[in-house]
T-cell receptor, first 111, second 116 residues
Framework: SQQGEEDPQALSIQEGENATMNCSYK?????LQWYRQNSGRGLVHLIL?????REKHSGRLRVTLDTSKKSSSLLITASRAADTASYFC???????????FGSGTRLQVQP | GAGVSQTPSNKVTEKGKYVELRCDPI?????LYWYRQSLGQGPEFLIY????????DSGLPNDRFFAVRPEGSVSTLKIQRTERGDSAVYLC??????????????FGPGTRLTVL
């Protein structure tokens, strides 16, 4: 079963703009991770944020985590056409190693 | 190898047949995971191995699904009496599982299974 929902389901922006995706979840988590997927195949890990962290940066990526609201956001700054992909949040629930994925946000960056 | 590999990349079979899907994890990764992804959805967990043993098989949908990892490296996902609803992309992931840590999982390219 899916953990929660990502919002929006689809997003279309122009190159150079920022893209923000949100993720909500339902259970108690140990960590939350964001993945990118191109063409419906292998997922690429982007960033991991632990439950005791509130914000994390990696290059053009910024992730926030609000455990009181059970939500996270992924910000991609200065987007590029190559950022076009589906983005998934995945939670590591307390006591489990398996990841529980959301349904994803499909990002289209227009050149 | 450099990453997680999965074979075959595509598998077409007929309803009722038996299939095996193979995953070769990153060398040295003790944890191995199988997920299934249907069109337009996120991956759904099937089973997790720590070493040779299945530490969590709570995601397997029914007893037609079985997975093994006999030597703690390569894993095979086995599906008996396939049904059309089994059609999906089957993803394998591995991670280095340090004690008390939760690490990123590295995914393979997946096997696209089509049951006719």
């Amino acid at each position: 079963s899916q953990q929660g929902e990502e919002d929006p389901q689809a997003l279309s922006i122009q190159e150079g703009e920022n893209a923000t995706m949100n993720c909500s979840y339902k259970t108690s988590i140990n960590n939350l991770q964001w993945y990118r997927q191109n063409s419906g195949r292998g997922l690429v890990h982007l960033i991991l944020i632990r439950s005791n962290e509130r914000e994390k940066h990696s290059g053009r990526l910024r992730v926030t985590l609000d455990t009181s609201k059970k939500s996270s956001s992924l910000l991609i700054t200065a987007s590029r056409a190559a950022d076009t992909a589906s983005y998934f949040c995945a939670t590591g629930d307390t006591g489990r190693r398996a990841l529980t994925f959301g349904s994803g946000t499909r990002l289209q960056v227009q050149p | 190898g450099a990453g997680v590999s999965q074979t075959p990349s595509n598998k077409v079979t007929e309803k009722g047949k038996y299939v095996e899907l193979r995953c070769d994890p990153i060398s040295g990764h003790t944890a191995l995971y199988w997920y299934r992804q249907s069109l337009g959805q996120g991956p759904e967990f099937l089973i997790y191995f720590q070493g040779t043993g299945a530490a969590d098989d709570s995601g397997l949908p029914n007893d037609r699904f079985f997975a093994v990892r006999p030597e703690g490296s390569v894993s095979t996902l086995k599906i008996q009496r396939t049904e059309r609803g089994d059609s999906a992309v089957y993803l394998c992931a591995s991670s280095f599982q340090g004690s008390g840590s939760y690490n990123e999982q590295f995914f393979g390219p997946g096997t696209r299974l089509t049951v006719l």
